[in-house]
């Protein structure tokens, strides 16, 4: 069986901010929340370090969480679903951790179909947000 790749990543043109708003916009377009966005550049130079931008948005959809969680508890260790805003040399970009891993990290659960459900919206939300 091919292996789908760990993250969906794109470059975007917008910045950093837009970008970040763009992706919360899209979040709620697919039937998702943002439970929760950290603000990791903030958490770090707040400690005395300095960094490029970078917000983890973690986002989740009540129904699918239901799903997964019933097959397997430590399905949890892997939620919410997170879609990274991220510059890097000047250029700003959105990635996501791939759904479609986790029927990788937890074959008895059985998760691929709801996996590859998830992952369309993500991917979805991804490329609306570029």
Same mark, same amino acid.
């Given at each position: 069986?091919?292996?789908?790749?760990?993250?969906?990543?794109?470059?975007?043109?917008?910045?950093?901010?837009?970008?970040?708003?763009?992706?919360?916009?899209?979040?709620?377009?697919?039937?998702?929340?943002?439970?929760?966005?950290?603000?990791? *550049?903030?958490?770090?130079?707040s400690k005395g370090y300095d960094s490029d931008p970078l917000k983890i948005i973690e986002i989740c959809n009540a129904r699918y969480a239901h799903e997964v969680l019933a097959k397997d508890v430590l399905i949890s260790l892997m939620?919410?679903?997170?879609?990274?805003?991220?510059?890097?040399?000047?250029?700003?970009?959105?990635?996501?951790?791939?759904?479609?891993?986790?029927? *990788? !990290? !937890?074959?008895?659960?059985?998760?691929?179909?709801?996996?590859?459900?998830?992952?369309?919206?993500?991917?979805?939300?991804?490329?609306?947000?570029?």
């Amino acid at each position: 069986m091919e292996q789908p790749d760990l993250s969906y990543t794109v470059t975007t043109a917008r910045d950093f901010e837009a970008a970040v708003k763009a992706v919360e916009e899209a979040t709620a377009a697919q039937g998702m929340k943002v439970q929760h966005v950290h603000d990791v *550049q903030a958490t770090l130079r707040s400690k005395g370090y300095d960094s490029d931008p970078l917000k983890i948005i973690e986002i989740c959809n009540a129904r699918y969480a239901h799903e997964v969680l019933a097959k397997d508890v430590l399905i949890s260790l892997m939620m919410p679903c997170k879609i990274n805003v991220y510059v890097r040399d000047g250029k700003t970009y959105i990635s996501a951790l791939r759904p479609t891993m986790l029927a *990788q !990290f !937890f074959p008895h659960a059985r998760l691929e179909e709801v996996a590859r459900e998830v992952d369309t919206k993500i991917r979805t939300i991804v490329e609306a947000a570029r």
